[in-house]
């Protein structure tokens, strides 16, 4: 179930979300040129993502940050940035350029404290912006539940594009968090379950000072759950494959 778009576009221009993936795109481009060389990369995760035993011994705090800009992969980068794409532009349009940016800074350390606290002696480096872009989701959750979301639906063989409220996609995004932090033993590496289930977390409860002055509930009442601005309207183009019967 892959998310791709939403119905929704801003009614302001995110600088600052397409100021973020250009970055994270340019740092990333910026080392692909010694991608091969496994050791030399490796020098560039350990300085520039944080290592949760540095942190748990009260060394190398910038690394909060800095580790939000390297990635691990091709499809680590287009995945965090896919998802940035989509919920961050109604989210700053909401909060504004620069609370968005500090906002965003903000999950994203809280996220990697989060990892940190689940697997405090590990020596992995940990790295991407997934914890920041999870707290972008957690504060979309809270502001447009009803949101149209349109997903690549994958099913072994069978593809659809279908079109589901947001609560659905970024609520079982978070339960598959949790399930994935239970199942992987703490500091073993791969996916940063915790982190992602921190910083989307942290994200909803830091907009709840928003929502509030945005009215609470009669803000989901006024909106009906969905961006203050008129729903796009895409066209499906029927495939040209043609159907054959049995």
């Given at each position: 179930?892959i ?26 481009l910026l080392?692909?040129?010694i ?12 300085t520039?993502g944080?290592?949760?035993r ?5 060394t190398?705090?910038i ?24 919920f ?14 500090l906002?965003?800074l ?10 940190v ?19 972008v ?6 502001l ?8 690549f639906?994958?099913i072994i ?39 992602h ?6 994200g ?5 000072p928003?929502?509030?002055r ?7 009442t006024?909106?009906?759950?969905h ?12 495939s040209?494959?043609?159907k054959?019967?049995?």
């Amino acid at each position: 179930m892959i998310p791709f778009r939403d119905h929704n576009p801003s009614g302001r221009t995110p600088y600052v979300t397409y100021a973020l993936i250009a970055l994270n795109i340019l740092i990333f481009l910026l080392y692909q040129p010694i991608a091969s060389d496994e050791e030399a990369l490796w020098r560039i995760y350990a300085t520039w993502g944080f290592i949760p035993r540095d942190i748990s011994e009260g060394t190398g705090y910038i690394k909060l940050v800095t580790s939000m800009f390297i990635h691990g992969g091709y499809s680590h980068l287009i995945g965090n940035m896919l998802f940035l794409f989509i919920f961050g532009d109604n989210i700053e349009d909401e909060m504004g350029h620069l609370p968005f940016l500090l906002f965003y800074l903000a999950t994203g350390i809280i996220a990697g404290l989060t990892q940190v606290l689940s697997a405090p002696n590990s020596t992995i480096p940990t790295l991407g912006a997934s914890g920041a872009v999870a707290g972008v989701m957690g504060s979309y959750l809270l502001l447009y539940p009803k949101a149209r979301i349109d997903i690549f639906l994958i099913i072994i063989i069978f593809f659809r594009i279908i079109s589901i409220q947001a609560w659905v996609v970024l609520g079982l995004w978070l339960i598959f968090q949790f399930i994935g932090g239970l199942g992987v033993p703490s500091g073993s590496g791969g996916i940063a379950y915790w982190a992602h289930a921190g910083g989307f977390v942290a994200g909803l409860f830091l907009t709840i000072p928003l929502w509030l002055r945005l009215g609470a509930k009669s803000f989901w009442t006024r909106n009906d759950g969905h961006p203050p601005h008129a729903e796009a309207t895409y066209r499906y183009v029927t495939s040209r494959i043609p159907k054959v019967r049995r």
